[in-house]
């Protein structure tokens, strides 16, 4: 098993050689995707030689990309914001296209007097670009003059244009007339021999660059073009945008026949090197890979189409601003920052992740450094995972009701606009940038690993690597989401206890290497920071404003008949946030429908907690429900204690919850202890 387990990986990391990296392109994404859903599933052809060739065939993939004509332009970005004169970009800038560019961000945005108005001009107190030129994640693995190097210039939005500024906590705002979506930015192109040929398309204003360092202001009232010239190689073009005017952004290159033929080869390329790298070493079970491909084409497709909340963002290519203020901003910026440092050789301050002691949710900057160290400047690895999520939910409600539940099930999932088991709610986390999503799909990936792996809860696949996958990914989702902790703690221990029954010492050393990841939090607190918290410092004090104290006075309160109390009101209000919310939902109109949900969740909640008795009572047959169902209620404990209530906080509690009623009542239907599992 070992082996087969290096094998994938191995044969992964030579079809992503095979493609590139950065990973840019939704098409790139998507065939790594599927080559990876066929690894997966996909059975090990014998033969050690066969992972040679393959590396052979790479390795001339790779050198024949190398040697095609690729346009290679130097490319300049930043937002232009300006408040004083003598700032970076004033310094930097040819002196005609800074005064033009400043003459109309005025007349858009007119200049104040200090102090600012805060609700017309907050962005002010939040600074303007302190260089130049803004780095980008894409010259992590691709070294840039400036910015980054470009093949392909086609943008008509600033989500599309992939700026990584946009992001930058460094611009925090959140209220006023310059919005965050709509930030003004600029763009310098210098063109290259090999885009002799081409033309730029463009509507609006740019300078474009003559000899002895003379610009010509071009002003297309339509989208028009100019062809490149040899005298244009090695000249600059200036463009700046302000999508709060002009709606609309419309800048491309439309490339030679030359770069056309080149960039049409490398697609080629790629994907004959990775299908050959996976026709050389596994071959497929089709029912199996075509149905886990139809679940995750299904998935993806609603993702991308999915626009009824957080309009304006999306997972995917393009890259929007996260909402200012906004824990989304944090991650991704945070992300960005450390991934750059990772690729200057700067590992362990990377490692860091900018608080020396945590204080924020630590592990969702981890997920968007290896983003964007693997995809630059998009989305399209959350996108990618999230996914994954109605994938791993059927094969755990396969496991625990059989296939037919599972079917059922994973198209309510996709197709319910409200409450909890909705994918829909999955997409919105994770379009906000919150972590709720991945480590909610980690989590469930783990208990499907653990019940697969443990004879005692019907599971007949025994595998150390899977039992040591299954602990690192609830170790990962933990360090997402620290409110997962209990019911983490709650599987390792249970998985243990089930191990050692058995006298299988090798899956609790397996499970316990794998949970060990999470020791990375105490570690870092007290390497970096010299103090010792668990997870992090907010965790030990402002996250948990209730105690089990709390709870003890009102209790009294209550025997002795004061209701009226502030510490029965307190816990009411508590209980109420936590119980008393219908949650997610599309959109206003659909609250009734919301309640009726909520009524079904809360007698999920209750048949869920009756299960939990029945099992401690020694009344219940079918080990792996009860695990789920403590699974459940633990995932619910911390709602009790926690400072906000907000329905998210719950969302893998309540999805898990009504998963124990759907089993529950589909075995009951039957009589049976648990399902037999059908492929």
């Given at each position: ?161 992939r700026g990584g500024f946009s992001n930058e906590i460094h611009y925090n705002f959140w209220s006023g007339e310059l919005r965050r979506e709509s930030m003004p930015f600029y763009v310098m192109y210098e063109l290259t021999a090999a885009t002799v040929g081409s033309r730029l398309a463009w509507q609006g204003q740019v300078f474009w660059e003559h000899t002895y360092g003379r610009f010509e202001e071009i002003v297309h009232d339509v989208t028009a073009e100019r062809v490149i010239t040899e005298e244009d190689a090695g000249k600059r073009v200036y463009a700046v945008f302000f999508p709060k005017r002009d709606g609309e952004l419309n800048f491309r290159m439309e490339p030679s026949l030359k770069l056309r033929l080149a960039g049409w080869t490398d697609v080629l390329l790629s994907i004959v090197g990775g299908i050959l790298v996976l026709m050389l070493t596994f071959r497929q079970r089709r029912g199996t890979y075509l149905r886990a491909l139809s679940i995750f084409a299904v998935g ?380």
């Amino acid at each position: 098993m070992v082996v087969s387990v290096l094998t994938r990986l191995i044969a992964a990391a030579l079809v992503v050689a095979a493609i590139g990296v950065p990973v840019l392109e939704t098409w790139e994404a998507l065939f790594l995707a599927a080559i990876f859903l066929a690894l997966m599933f996909g059975e090990l052809k014998p033969g050690r030689w066969r992972l040679g060739v393959a590396a052979g065939l790479v390795l001339a993939v790779v050198g024949l990309k190398s040697v095609l004509p690729r346009a290679d332009i130097a490319e300049a970005h930043n937002a232009f914001m300006v408040i004083h004169d003598g700032e970076a970009l004033q310094r930097g800038l040819p002196t005609d296209v800074f005064r033009s560019w400043r003459a109309q961000f005025d007349a858009i945005y007119p200049p104040d007097r200090y102090p600012y108005d805060a609700e017309r001009s907050q962005w002010r107190t939040d600074g303007v670009p302190e260089t130049l030129f803004a780095p980008s994640s894409d010259s992590i693995w691709r070294k840039a003059k400036y910015s980054r190097q470009v093949d392909v210039i086609n943008f008509q939005s600033l989500g599309e244009f992939r700026g990584g500024f946009s992001n930058e906590i460094h611009y925090n705002f959140w209220s006023g007339e310059l919005r965050r979506e709509s930030m003004p930015f600029y763009v310098m192109y210098e063109l290259t021999a090999a885009t002799v040929g081409s033309r730029l398309a463009w509507q609006g204003q740019v300078f474009w660059e003559h000899t002895y360092g003379r610009f010509e202001e071009i002003v297309h009232d339509v989208t028009a073009e100019r062809v490149i010239t040899e005298e244009d190689a090695g000249k600059r073009v200036y463009a700046v945008f302000f999508p709060k005017r002009d709606g609309e952004l419309n800048f491309r290159m439309e490339p030679s026949l030359k770069l056309r033929l080149a960039g049409w080869t490398d697609v080629l390329l790629s994907i004959v090197g990775g299908i050959l790298v996976l026709m050389l070493t596994f071959r497929q079970r089709r029912g199996t890979y075509l149905r886990a491909l139809s679940i995750f084409a299904v998935g993806y497709l609603l993702m991308a189409s999915f626009v009824g909340i957080s309009e304006g963002k999306y997972l995917g290519m393009s890259y929007p601003p996260h909402g200012g203020g906004d824990d989304g901003l944090v991650h991704e910026s945070w992300g960005r920052e450390m991934a750059m440092l990772a690729g200057q050789g700067e590992i362990v301050e990377a490692l860091q992740g900018i608080e020396a002691v945590y204080w924020f949710t630590p592990g969702t900057r981890y997920f968007r450094m290896v983003e964007k160290l693997g995809f630059g400047d998009t989305n399209l690895f959350y996108a990618l995972l999230v996914a994954c999520v109605p994938l791993i939910l059927f094969y755990l409600m396969r496991h625990l009701a059989g296939i037919r539940a599972a079917w059922a099930i994973t198209g309510i999932f996709f197709v319910a606009v409200v409450g909890n088991l909705s994918y829909l709610q999955y997409i919105a986390n994770a379009k906000l940038g919150y972590g709720e999503a991945l480590a909610s799909g980690l989590f469930l990936l783990g208990l499907l690993a653990m019940l697969r792996t443990q004879t005692g809860w019907g599971g007949t696949e025994r595998s150390l690597p899977v039992v040591w996958g299954a602990g690192a990914a609830l170790a990962a989702c933990m360090f997402l989401r620290p409110n997962y902790a209990l019911a983490v703690i709650w599987l390792g221990a249970a998985y243990t206890w089930a191990s050692l029954k058995h006298r299988d010492v090798g899956s609790v050393i397996a499970l316990g290497l794998g949970l060990g990841l999470a020791l990375w939090m105490p570690f870092h607190n007290w390497y970096y920071g010299g103090e010792f918290y668990l997870i992090s410092a907010s965790g030990s004090s402002y996250s948990l404003s209730l105690g089990v104290g709390d709870y003890v006075v009102a209790l009294g309160d209550i025997l002795r008949g004061r209701l009226d109390s502030e510490a029965v009101a307190v816990i009411s209000e508590q209980l109420k946030g936590w119980l008393w919310d219908p949650g997610f939902l599309v959109r206003p109109g659909l609250w009734p429908l919301a309640w009726a949900a909520h009524a079904v969740k809360l007698l999920a909640l209750i048949v869920t907690c009756w299960v939990v008795v029945r099992w401690v009572a020694g009344r219940l047959l079918g080990t792996d429900l009860a695990v789920v169902a403590v699974a459940a209620v633990t995932l619910h404990i911390p709602m009790l204690f926690t400072y906000t209530t907000h329905y998210r906080y719950a969302m893998l509690g309540w999805d898990l919850a009504l998963v124990v009623l759907i089993v529950w009542f589909v075995r009951s239907a039957i009589g049976a202890r648990r399902l037999p599992r059908t492929v």
